[in-house]
Structures are given as structure tokens and as C-alpha cells.
């Protein structure tokens, strides 16, 4: 899997509510990813990167934006993250989104904030 997922917890889920379903498909547990909890930046953070203002039009996905702009369609969530707007329900044409850049420091400091209390 991309990297989005280095740092989440896996559970086991075998609850009792999903039993018919998991006999249908010939399976006793499942294992899933937790849910992330997007910290926010601090301002200072924020000012020692460097970012592109995208207006956000229709047609404009998350996905399409890191590809344009990262060249990997899968570091959508870094935009996400960056803006706390994790979907795109969360933007409306005319809206700016920020693409934080350089790549490399973004995600040191994604990592950094995981790895100080964080998640």
C-alpha cells in the first residue's frame, strides 16, 4: 500500500454485526486500517513552506491534483491534510486550495507531527 499508510494501526474486526456478511464472502475477520486524525499545522510550520493556490473548478478531484502537481495521484491526502478539508464534499467551485511544496517537506513534516503525539 502508498505510504498514507506506513504509520496507522490495523484492528481485527470480527464483531457479531458483520457476521452474516463476512460468512457470505467465506471469511471468519477482517482486517482494517484505523482512521487517521488530521492534526492541524501550526501557523509556523505553514510559513516555512512554500504553496500553489488552486482554484477549485468543476471536475477538480483530490487525486487530480496530486498528480498534477506531485505526479502521484495517491498523495491526494496530503492535500487534504494540509487544507483539513479531507474530501472533496468539503470544497465548493471558486474555493482555493493549497498544494504545499516541496513534496519532500511536506511529508517530513506529516511524519514529524505522527511521530510527536500525533495519532
Do not use: C, F
Amino acid at each position: 500500500m502508498g505510504i498514507r499508510y506506513d504509520n496507522r494501526i490495523i484492528r481485527t474486526n470480527s464483531q457479531e454485526i458483520y457476521k452474516d456478511l463476512l460468512k457470505k464472502r467465506g471469511l471468519k475477520k477482517v482486517k482494517q486500517y484505523t482512521t487517521p486524525t488530521l492534526n492541524d499545522i501550526s501557523e509556523k510550520d505553514r510559513m516555512n513552506l512554500d504553496r500553489l493556490e488552486h482554484l477549485w473548478v468543476v471536475g477538480d478531484k483530490l487525486y487530480k491534483l496530486a498528480d498534477k502537481y506531485y505526479g502521484d495521484p495517491e498523495l491526494w491526502w496530503l492535500i487534504a491534510w494540509y487544507n483539513q478539508r479531507p474530501t472533496e464534499a468539503d470544497y465548493v467551485i471558486g474555493d482555493i486550495v493549497y498544494i504545499p511544496l516541496p513534496l519532500e517537506e511536506i511529508l517530513d513534516l506529516y511524519y514529524q507531527d505522527k511521530t510527536s503525539g500525533g495519532e
